[in-house]
């Protein structure tokens, strides 16, 4: 994307969680593409997370990989000040790191819930908590949510559904408390989207399709065309909002 024939986030720096495959990788190298700077942390695979970055340094931009665990409170801190630390700065921060649960609600152990509220909830906001002083005016926070959080269209998702719902609270409230200082905080429901962990020819996905109004799956880029939408400046009076990229899954 380019203003001006400048690209439109030259000179920002982006933090993006869970960035080393599917949604989370598409949106970093969004970013880049549109000019940004990009950190993005893994738990896995580091020649996965190589990989983004080395297309990220392609484009000309920076792109650097951090290795920290959702689920440790330290590593997530720890991420945000080593991104600031290494870039001086930091604009925008996109909550994507993720863990799924299916299972019927008597099934699901103490330790799962656990572990989905800990990844899906707790980290997003402690990324937030260690982002706020670093995000100047015009800072941008987004997260991932799902059209679950919207639309529980069959079962066995409580726990996931639940996970992703609180993230309407989380951005509402922070959307409230950083507006004055001109950071907004908005948040994307995907819908059934066509990754490693979903994919379009898995199990159920026809199943999945149909509850679609389109019919088909998306695309990781066209999330990540949302949030390019959303951490731009055309976007900048958009706080608060929930913004379905799901197919008419919620309709």
């Known amino acids: ?63 650097w990989a951090v290795r920290a665990d959702s689920a440790d409170p330290g590593a997530v801190r720890g991420a945000v000040a080593a991104v600031v630390e290494r870039f001086g700065r ?11 649960a299916v ?13 989905v509220l800990t990844v899906n909830v707790r980290a997003p906001y402690l990324y937030a908590q260690a982002a706020v002083e670093h995000l100047a005016e ?3 926070i987004v997260s991932i949510g799902s059209c679950i959080a919207q639309r529980v269209a069959f079962g066995g998702s409580t726990l996931y559904a639940t996970s992703k719902a609180a ?17 907004t905080v908005n948040l994307v429901h995907p819908g059934p989207i066509d990754t490693d962990m979903n994919p379009g020819d ?3 996905a026809d199943f999945q399709r149909g ?11 066209e999330v990540a065309d949302a949030v390019s939408y959303l951490v731009g400046e055309s976007a900048r009076y958009v706080t608060g909002a929930e913004l379905a990229v799901d197919g008419g899954f919620a309709v």
């Not at 930091?90 to 799924?100: H, K």
């Not at 951005?171 to 950083?178: D, F, H, I, V």
């Not at 509850?211 to 880029?221: D, E, K, N, Q």
């Open 202 to 204: 898995g199990d159920s």
């Open 103 to 115: 299972g019927p609600i008597e099934a699901v152990g103490l330790d799962e819930i656990d572990r």
């Open 1 to 63: 994307m380019t203003m001006n024939g400048a690209t439109a986030l030259d000179g920002k720096v982006a933090l993006v969680t869970g960035g080393s495959r599917g949604i989370g990788a598409a949106v970093a190298l969004r970013l880049a593409e549109d000019g940004a700077d990009v950190a993005l942390t893994y738990q896995g695979s580091t020649e996965l997370a190589e990989e983004v970055v080395a297309k990220i340094t392609a484009m000309g931009r920076t792109g």
């Open 90 to 100: 930091l604009d925008i921060l996109v909550n994507n790191a993720g863990v799924g």
């Open 138 to 140: 015009g800072g941008r």
């Open 211 to 221: 509850f679609t109004a389109l019919g088909r799956y998306g695309t990781a880029a």
């Open 167 to 183: 993230l309407i609270g989380f951005t509402k409230g922070m959307a409230r408390e950083l507006g004055p200082r001109g950071v």
